[in-house]
């Protein structure tokens, strides 16, 4: 990790930079914990209720981050694929 504050700036991550496979199964397993808290947490008070709604809170953040995430990806293939048939035409 670096420890200067401007490392990067200005730079587009690119594929080899950014390790979308790993972020996305990183999300993919704590929505899984996630869900699992939900569905088989054992709620018997008011108090513990508030701590599954946490966790849907949790869930529906992961997911959401997760779907940005996987449309970056997305995005970045897109542009790059585009970035080649330019070139190809170009020539």
């Known amino acids: 990790m670096s420890t200067d504050a401007g490392a990067g700036v200005g730079s587009e991550p690119t594929v080899e930079t950014t ?8 999300l993919d397993v704590a929505i899984d914990e996630a869900s699992y808290k939900i569905e088989n947490g054992r709620i018997r008070s008011p108090e513990n209720e508030k701590v599954r ?11 959401n981050v ?26």
């Open 19 to 26: 390790d979308w496979e790993s972020m996305l199964e990183t």
């Open 53 to 63: 709604i946490k966790w849907v809170r949790a869930l529906a953040y992961a997911m």
């Open 66 to 91: 997760r779907r940005q995430i996987a449309n970056d990806r997305d995005l970045e293939e897109l542009a790059e694929r585009l970035e080649q048939i330019e070139q190809e035409q170009n020539r």
